[in-house]
């Protein structure tokens, strides 16, 4: 068991700390896995990168180090002392980790409970690294047994039944601060997934959309999808459009604030903002009168203060995930064993004909015995290993017996690290 996941969340950060921690791009994981996995005790790694959690999840042979070169590489990348940016972190290894992934991809762990993203944003994660060959066979059995655990918990729970995200609670908020949104106009900037979401409850809850993206053919696909209340903004008149509507949701992929204090206008009217970025799109400077801003953890609270029956459905779905968890890891360690019971039976085989092969050199055997010579003796070690090799497959379905199997390589002087055990399935 070779698993290791560090942690910095919205449970532990706060939301400049995620701010800080947070990859820009997709160059700079691929650069930042690219440096981990240049260590040779680190195997495999994949980074999930989210607006409330950045995870950096790990395949290695050696966790007391793996955690501080992260850690070490994360400082430095990211200009964080690294005893400061050790607080912030949460650490998981072992059967932990797993569960703790297993809970994650099935949104247990999201800010929302049951909101349907995070899947999808867990397997581009691992593509992006298994694209870059710094993930493999080892996180892979991880991340797809992750994802059966999350379809069996929606299946069974129906904890996703009618979604709650983030960008559903922003426009929730709103109806509660307009009493109706009919007739007004929501402005949209961004057209991925968060900006999607936003403007399909705002379309459900009266509203006209107006969506803006620095890649018009983004925003015009996405209009398109929605219909014809919705409609396209030039980027360009972002100012324009800020001190016009009443109404506004961004969640784009800025490194840096889009919306910064000059320019806004003192206005008459009250207006309303929802930042569901990380990080920020709107400029924490903004301190307009008749401007209320809700950026993502104020989000969070008012989910939390809501979804009592959707926390009641997620005690149901961590028991599917301890069961998925518990069969994942007896799954994984009868895997683990046999490379090992191989190695063993390798190993007799390969003494078993250099001492026959001595003893015919020397004479004591006639050549033409030395065939029937090796197979009889690896027949002989085959019933003295029968019962031992049974055993240590019983032992390997047992998680808690991980060190027995440990043990008996440390003895036998077996070394497995090189070999993919799914050849032994």
Not at 46 to 57: A, D, G, S, Y
Not at 118 to 125: D, N, P, S
Request: aromatic content about 8%.
């Amino acid at each position: 068991m070779r698993y290791q996941v560090l942690s910095f969340n919205y449970k532990e950060c706060s939301l400049e700390q995620r701010e800080s921690i947070a990859f820009k791009s997709k160059e700079e994981i691929e650069t930042f896995l690219k440096t981990i996995t240049d260590f040779d005790f680190i195997l495999e790694a994949f980074v999930i990168n989210t607006c409330n959690r950045v995870e950096i999840v790990t395949s290695s042979r050696d966790s007391f180090a793996t955690y501080h070169t992260i850690l070490g590489i994360l400082s430095k990348t990211k200009g964080i002392n690294f005893y400061e940016l050790e607080k912030s972190a949460l650490y998981y290894e072992k059967d932990k980790a797993v569960e703790h992934i297993f809970k994650v991809v099935s949104s247990l762990e999201s800010m929302v409970i049951g909101e349907a993203q995070i899947t999808g944003q867990v397997k581009e994660a691992f593509k992006i690294s298994f694209e870059n060959k710094t993930a493999g066979a080892e996180l892979n059995r991880l991340v797809s047994s992750a994802v059966r655990c999350a379809a069996q918990v929606r299946n069974s729970t129906n904890i996703s039944e009618n979604p709650v995200s983030i960008a559903s609670v922003a426009v929730a908020q709103a109806e509660v601060e307009r009493e109706s949104l009919s007739g007004m106009v929501g402005l949209v900037i961004g057209a991925g997934e968060m900006g999607r979401l936003a403007a399909k409850h705002l379309l459900r809850a009266g509203a006209d959309v107006l969506i803006v993206s620095r890649t018009i053919a983004h925003a015009q696909s996405l209009a398109e999808e929605l219909g014809e209340n919705v409609k396209v903004g030039e980027y360009e008149k972002l100012s324009y459009y800020l001190n016009k509507y009443r109404l506004l949701f961004t969640a784009t992929r800025a490194k840096e604030p889009i919306i910064t204090k000059e320019m806004v206008e003192e206005k008459l009217i009250n207006r309303t903002w929802f930042d569901m970025a990380i990080p920020r799109d709107i400029s924490k400077d903004i301190d307009f009168d008749n401007i209320k801003v809700y950026y993502i953890d104020d989000l969070q609270a008012i989910s939390s203060s809501n979804h009592a029956l959707r926390r009641e459905k997620a005690l149901e779905a961590a028991e599917i995930v301890s069961e998925h968890k518990d069969n994942f890891l007896k799954w994984l360690h009868a895997l683990a064993v046999e490379p090992v019971i191989k190695q063993m039976r390798l190993d007799v085989e390969n003494i078993v004909k250099s001492e026959v092969q001595r003893v015919v050199k020397k004479g004591f055997v006639p050549k033409e015995y030395q065939q029937s010579l090796e197979h009889m003796g690896v027949q002989l070690f085959d019933k003295f290993l029968h019962q031992p090799t049974k055993q240590m497959r019983q032992l390997a379905k047992e998680s808690d017996q991980e060190n027995v199997i440990e043990a008996i390589k440390e003895i036998f002087a077996l070394n497995t690290d090189s070999v993919d055990p799914k050849i032994y399935k």
